[in-house]
């Protein structure tokens, strides 16, 4: 779920990801509140420039926090099934296996937890 963000400032990286975030299901409210956490967790001046350090720092702090807060329930079960899934092919991947594979064990093994749109979405992503 990272983004590119290099090149920017702090708070234009919190931005891109709040956006992202919203895209992949989160609440906008949510996502805003952690890049709020994230800014001050990390003790971050939102205006000065993001180096690619920063900027990595910035997006694995932010999406463990989305993590954390979807699987407890904060985002509502559509996200909940998105990271799920995310999760899920993100571990077939590293085990090598090819998008048709990863489609087929996501439609056997997870198909109840996340609603036909969402499989299709990843259907046209790992099938072509």
């Known amino acids: 779920m990272g983004t590119n963000c290099q090149g920017t400032s702090v708070e234009s990286t919190l931005e891109s990801l709040v956006m992202r975030a919203i895209d992949n299901d989160v609440p906008r409210q949510l996502a805003e509140e952690i890049a709020a956490i994230t800014r001050q967790r990390l003790a971050l001046d939102p205006w000065r420039s993001a180096s690619a350090r920063d900027v990595r720092r910035i997006e694995g702090y932010f ?13 509502g079960p559509r996200a909940v099934a998105r990271v799920v899934a995310e999760a899920v092919v993100a571990d077939l991947r590293e085990t090598g296996r090819d998008g048709a594979s990863i489609f087929d064990q996501l439609c056997r093994g ?12 990843y259907r046209v992503s790992l099938c072509g």
Not at 63 to 75: F, S
């Open 63 to 75: 999406w463990e926090v989305v993590r954390r807060r979807t699987i407890r329930g904060a985002a």
């Open 110 to 121: 997870w198909s109840e937890r996340i609603p036909p749109d969402l499989l299709e979405e």
